[in-house]
């Protein structure tokens, strides 16, 4: 069991007494959570898209011993409870239009291969990647943010099919896909 510090366990307590999320399924409830409390933007109670069922599936593989797959080292840096894949700093040639994060996931996915836990929290060509790559993810979190292709990329990866964490406005980043990453890998049945 993780030891909850005092000053998260009272944001928490600020948290829940401005919004009442307890109607969500547990998963969802438990991302949302996470996510509200690394921005204190409590408009995500409204702007996450979450299904119960694959935030099920990408706790299993969590579980499993899945490898985590991160956009860049900001959204890495967030996740300390387990080893993370993290190429964009690998990055030293690039195909002709690719950016560099597009080409980190290649490079990403040649270490992960199929079935890892993907989180993309600053480049939305990160996620146009791969949803083109075809990376047969056990989860996605795509919480890219900006002003441009963010909001597209998301409803891009909605539209794809593949298991997904996103939300539908412009806002993200690394903190916010970290915390959503973090609210599975500590997720405690009933708690």
């Not at 409870?81 to 560099?100: K, Q």
């Amino acid at each position: 069991m993780r030891t909850i510090h005092p000053i998260e366990a009272r944001s928490l307590e600020i948290l829940r007494s401005r919004v009442d999320l307890a109607a969500l399924p547990p998963l969802t409830r438990a991302v949302t959570e996470r996510v509200i409390h690394a921005s204190a933007d409590l408009e995500y109670a409204t702007d996450l898209v979450t299904d119960e069922d694959r935030l099920r599936q990408g706790l299993r593989a969590l579980r499993d011993g899945a490898p985590i797959v991160t956009d860049v080292a900001m959204v890495a840096a967030g996740i300390t409870a387990r080893p993370v894949i993290c190429s964009i700093g690998d990055v030293e040639e690039r195909p002709e239009g690719l950016t560099r994060s597009a080409a980190g996931i290649r490079l990403s996915y040649a270490k992960a291969g199929p079935g890892a836990v993907w989180v993309v929290g600053n480049a939305p060509t990160a996620l146009e990647e791969i949803i083109a790559h075809g990376v047969a993810p056990a989860l996605v979190i795509g919480l890219p943010v900006g002003f441009v292709g963010a909001a597209e990329s998301k409803a891009a990866l909605r539209a794809s099919g593949l298991p997904a964490v996103s939300n539908v406005s412009e806002k993200g980043g690394s903190a916010v896909a970290a915390a959503a990453l973090n609210a599975l890998l500590y997720f405690e049945e009933g708690a």
